[in-house]
């Protein structure tokens, strides 16, 4: 019982390394239990070698509605949850500044 235990944990363990981490800024969080994350990348431009800024929107499940727009979050890939949602929100890095 205990060797199977391990090996389930070794198992789980092996497949979350696998899983890519990103983080970003919460643009929207309209939708229920979802929010909008925008991952900005910086990448050196093919011919003229300038960074050049881009940026990808990821939907991403919360599941306790805490995200709010502005907040740094970290996103882990997931199973699809839904049509388009398939990262989760791990944790909140930074709260957005309110006033």
């Not at 391990?6 to 800024?25: C, N, P, V, Y």
């Not at 929207?28 to 003229?48: C, G, I, W």
């Not at 070698?49 to 979050?73: I, L, M, P, Q, W």
Request: net charge positive; proline share 2%; charged share 40%.
């Amino acid at each position: 019982m205990a060797e199977e235990q391990t090996t389930k944990q070794a198992a789980a363990a092996e497949q979350a390394r696998f899983k890519r981490k990103l983080s970003g800024r919460v643009t929207s969080d309209k939708m229920d239990k979802t929010v909008v994350v925008e991952v900005v990348r910086l990448a050196p431009h093919a011919v003229y070698k300038k960074y050049v800024r881009s940026r990808t929107r990821f939907k991403a499940h919360d599941e306790n509605n805490e995200c709010k727009v502005g907040d740094r979050v970290e996103i882990i890939e997931h199973r699809p949850l839904s049509h388009e949602k398939r990262w989760k929100v791990v944790r909140i890095i930074k709260r957005a500044v309110t006033e």
